[in-house]
């Protein structure tokens, strides 16, 4: 293990740092990927309908919190598949479960959505 310090610096520059890459990485996975994109513009006219709905706030916040999970997880996927292809893109079967284990993970999550959102908007 290396014991020479990170360059990212401490306290606020470290977190200062920190905040470009998640915006870099926010933008290579919109330019990069077009499942992301998909799901982005589904937020954006998912989400102002949370404010307008009559729910509680709980309610409210389990919508909200189900569509963003699926942004998380799939910027999850997309860096496993980034970093499986960083790795070698020949055909490994290893390298296919891993994509394919996100891939299952990001369905998975948009199916978990779509059920709070029916559970929420019709109960």
Not at 15 to 26: D, E, H, P, Q
Not at 30 to 54: D, G
């Amino acid at each position: 293990m290396s014991t020479t310090p990170k360059p990212n610096g401490k306290g606020f520059k470290r977190i200062f740092r920190a905040s470009i890459n998640a915006v870099s990485g926010l933008e290579a996975c919109w330019k990069n990927e077009s499942a992301f994109r998909q799901e982005v513009l589904l937020c954006l006219i998912l989400y102002p309908f949370i404010f307008f709905v009559n729910v509680t706030c709980v309610e409210k916040a389990l919508l909200f919190f189900s569509l963003t999970s699926v942004l998380i997880v799939e910027l999850i996927n997309s860096a496993i598949e980034n970093t499986i292809d960083r790795i070698g893109l020949e055909n490994n079967e290893l390298s296919g479960r891993a994509k394919d284990m996100g891939a299952a993970a990001a369905m998975l999550t948009i199916l978990m959505m779509v059920g709070v959102w029916l559970c929420v908007l019709l109960n």
